[in-house]
């Protein structure tokens, strides 16, 4: 159900990303951290449906791209990158802001 809407999100965005132009749409990068819980298969099925309502991008692919996240510890000021977030500091066991991979985003419009 959440790749579902997302997918729906992504054809919107990709719609008024390029209504000025007319060359349909090959390639569409999409970063996402593993914070969003997508299971990528999922999306790119509901996507190669609702592209094809879509003159403009039934023939594109989309490719999901993973982003790293990057968490700095609240008591030693660590940085660093989690595969899958883990809310203690490997150092000091303190608890740790999420600083990079929070937000999910098109990073590229191939057309
Ligand atoms: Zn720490």
Redesign the pocket.
């Known amino acids: 159900m959440h790749e579902m809407s997302l997918a729906y999100s992504i054809v919107e965005i990709l719609l008024e990303e390029t209504q000025n132009q007319e060359e349909s749409i090959k390639e569409v990068y999409l970063k996402a951290s593993s914070l969003h819980q997508i299971v990528p298969e999922s999306l790119i099925f509901y996507y190669d449906i609702i592209k094809k309502d879509y003159e403009k991008l039934k023939d594109s692919v989309l490719i999901i791209e993973k982003e790293e996240i990057k968490v700095r510890?609240?008591?030693?000021?660590?940085t660093y990158y989690v595969e899958n977030l883990f809310f203690l500091?490997?150092?000091?066991?303190?608890g740790?802001d999420i600083i990079e991979g929070n937000e999910l985003y098109i990073d590229k419009i191939i057309v």
Do not use: A, L, P, T
């Not at 510890?73 to 660590?78: D, E």
């Not at 500091?89 to 303190?94: A, P, R, T, Y």
């Open positions: 510890c609240r008591n030693c000021g660590k500091c490997e150092d000091c066991q303190s740790v």
